[in-house]
Nanobody, 118 residues
Framework: QVQLVESGGGLVQPGGSLRLSCAAS????????MGWYRQAPGKQRELVAT???????NYADSVKGRFTLSRDNAKNTVYLQMNSLKPEDTAVYYC????????????WGQGTQVTVSS
């Protein structure tokens, strides 16, 4: 079992920045692909970004050039740096972990609220 704990959400003005962190409970974190998803009120959960165990990243078109996903395997942690935030980025952000043999996420965090508003 892998536990994921997100932190770093909050209220920020449009154009501002936030950094989300997701800490995993297991040392085998390094072989898991990690991801961030978000869900706005009344909408389905959507992919924000993913990062493979080797560090390759993939981003949703809506966040390309503004968000950066990175991982620190020594700390079992992934970071989502969010810049130039827009009101439409407002959502609950969820961290996920996927085992190497899986095609979908196996574990989820509890979510952290990000609100972009003036």
């Amino acid at each position: 079992q892998v536990q994921l704990v997100e932190s770093g959400g909050g209220l920020v003005q449009p154009g501002g920045s936030l950094r989300l962190s997701c800490a995993a409970s297991r040392s085998i974190f390094s072989i898991y692909a990690m991801g961030w998803y978000r869900q706005a009120p009344g909408k389905q959960r959507e992919l924000v970004a993913t990062i493979t165990s080797g560090g390759s990243t993939n981003y949703a078109d809506s966040v390309k050039g503004r968000f950066t996903l990175s991982r620190d395997n020594a700390k079992n942690t992934v970071y989502l740096q969010m810049n130039s935030l827009k009101p439409e980025d407002t959502a609950v952000y969820y961290c996920s972990a996927r085992r190497p043999t899986s095609v979908t996420a196996n574990y989820w965090g509890q979510g952290t609220q990000v609100t972009v508003s003036s």
